[in-house]
């Protein structure tokens, strides 16, 4: 059974530019969700999709999008880089949406803007 | 809004002793999840607490819920060096039938011989 698997690892991107990151869930996992976490803090919520549908979102603006493919995959867009957006992106993955499963992380992607 | 606090943030212990991490969070919820954090890794479930009451071991350690006191522990009993991590604690709001969970800041436990 593999697990949830990020890419990229690590990305460097200047401030404006826009940026995608991926995510393929564990097996059997219709769930995707994505948080932030910055150095030294929790991770923060920032949206997750059930069967391709968003069905719960954080404080996070508009330009943080994403997208739940119908093999569950899952990517984060985000547009308009700022500063503060460097972070740890985590996508975790879990079976049904009610919360009653752990989810399930990966190992991140580390994004760093310049 | 829901507020999730961890105390302490910082833990330093010997091998061998006891201690308890505890967690707060501030509007009613009925679940609470406990995670660790390796540095440089992801997070690893350890706990999902699914009731008021709910109590669930692991090894050395053994987490608790109390949704009345809006309160959950991790105890840990007889440290050991590789239990040296970051946990965290998460709830989400009340009602709330997705992983909209909210995280504590982190315990930084370290264990020392």
């Known amino acids: 059974e593999t697990g949830v698997t990020q890419s990229p690892t690590h990305l460097i991107k200047t401030r404006g530019q826009q940026v995608t990151l991926r995510c393929s869930s564990q097996s059997g996992h219709n769930t995707v969700s994505w948080y932030q976490q910055a150095l030294g803090q929790g991770p923060q919520f920032i949206f997750q999709y059930y069967r391709e549908e968003e069905n719960g979102r954080g404080n996070f603006p508009p330009r943080f999008s994403g997208l739940q493919f119908p093999n569950y995959s899952s990517e984060l867009n985000v547009n308009a880089l700022e500063l503060d957006d460097s972070a740890l992106y985590l996508c975790?993955?879990?079976?049904?949406?009610?919360?009653?499963?752990?989810?399930?992380f990966g190992n991140g992607t580390r994004l760093t803007v310049t | 809004e829901l507020k999730v606090e961890q105390n302490p943030l910082f833990l330093s212990m010997q091998e061998g002793k006891n201690y308890t991490i505890y967690c707060n969070y501030s509007t009613t919820s009925d679940r609470l999840y406990w995670y660790r954090q390796d540095p440089g890794k992801s997070l690893e479930s350890l706990f999902v607490?699914?009731?008021?009451?709910a109590v669930k071991q692991e090894g050395r350690l053994m987490a608790s819920l109390d949704t009345k006191a809006r309160l959950s522990t991790l105890h840990i009993t007889a440290a050991v060096h590789d239990l040296s991590a970051t946990y965290f604690c998460a709830a989400p709001p009340g009602g709330g039938s997705n992983y909209k969970l909210t995280f504590g800041k982190g315990t930084l436990l370290t264990v020392n011989p």
């Open positions: 607490l699914l009731s008021n009451g």
């Open positions: 975790a993955s879990s079976s049904g949406s009610e919360g009653r499963s752990p989810l399930h």
